[in-house]
C-alpha cells in the first residue's frame, strides 16, 4: 500500500508541476478575490467551480455578505453557501499564514520577500491560510453517491448538480433562483427530406468540441 501510494503520490507531482510550469517563480496573492479552497482528499474540482463561480459579478453580488450563524446554520445550504461566498470575496482568509511573528532574521534568510494587504513584509513563498469547503461539500452532495466521496469527480457534472441544487432551494425558500443567470435556449432543426421542424430547447450548458489540430501544445499533453 505504501509503494503504491508513493508511485501516486510521484505521477500526480509530475502532472501538478507540468500544469503550475515548475521552474518559474510565481508571485502569491493575498486579499480580497485571492482566497484559495483547501482539497479534501481529490475533491479539486468543487474548489474550480466555487472559484468560478464567485469570479462572477453576479454571484460577488449576491451572496458575498457575511451569513448570520443560528443552531441550524450547519444545515441550511444558502447560508453555507453564502458563508463560501464571504470568505472567497472578503479576503480574510487570504492573509500570509508566518505574517504574524516576521522577524528580520527570518526575512534575511529568504532571498525574496513581498507585502500582504496590509503593507507587512512576507516571506514570497509563504503561503495564505485558505478555507474548507467541508461543511458546504456536505449538504450539497446529500444523497449524491458520487459526490459524497473524497474522489475526484467531473467538475462539469458538478456544477450542473449545483445548479440543480439551488435551483431547488430557491423554489422551496420562495428565493431569486441564482442557477438562472446560466440558462440560455437553443433551437435544434430535424429535417426530413423536405419535412422541417424546429425545436427550442432552455440549456445551462454549451460543450464545444476541440480539434486535435487546434492544440499548440499537442506533444505536452499526449506526453
Not at 503504491?4 to 503520490?9: C, F, G, S
Not at 451572496?63 to 450547519?74: L, R, V, W
Not at 427530406?193 to 464545444?208: A, C, D, F, R
Amino acid at each position: 500500500m505504501a509503494e503504491m501510494e508513493l508511485e501516486m503520490n510521484k505521477k500526480v507531482g509530475s502532472e501538478y508541476a507540468a500544469i503550475i510550469e515548475s521552474g518559474q517563480e510565481l508571485e502569491p496573492l493575498f486579499g480580497a478575490f485571492h482566497t484559495g479552497i483547501k482539497n479534501l482528499g481529490n475533491t479539486c474540482y468543487i474548489g474550480s467551480i466555487l472559484q468560478s463561480l464567485f469570479s462572477l459579478p453576479y454571484f460577488r453580488e449576491k451572496f458575498q455578505q457575511p451569513a448570520e450563524y443560528d443552531a441550524n446554520c450547519h444545515e441550511n445550504f444558502w447560508k453555507q453557501f453564502q458563508r463560501v461566498g464571504h470568505a472567497l470575496c472578503s479576503g480574510d482568509y487570504a492573509q500570509p499564514i508566518i505574517a504574524k511573528g516576521w522577524t528580520l532574521y527570518a526575512e534575511l534568510c529568504w532571498k525574496k520577500s513581498i507585502s500582504d494587504s496590509s503593507g507587512n513584509s512576507v516571506p514570497q513563498g509563504a503561503e495564505q491560510e485558505g478555507i474548507s469547503p467541508g461543511l458546504f461539500k456536505s449538504i450539497v452532495s446529500k444523497g449524491h453517491a458520487d459526490f459524497q466521496t473524497n474522489q475526484q469527480q467531473d467538475a462539469v457534472e458538478f456544477l450542473l448538480h449545483l445548479l440543480d441544487v439551488i435551483k431547488k432551494e430557491a423554489k422551496k425558500g420562495n428565493r431569486e433562483d441564482a442557477s438562472s443567470s446560466f440558462a440560455f435556449e437553443i433551437e435544434e432543426r430535424v429535417q426530413f427530406g423536405n419535412s422541417v421542424q424546429y425545436k427550442n430547447n432552455i440549456e445551462l450548458m454549451l460543450g464545444l468540441p476541440v480539434d486535435e489540430t487546434d492544440i499548440q501544445n499537442l506533444a505536452e499533453v499526449k506526453g
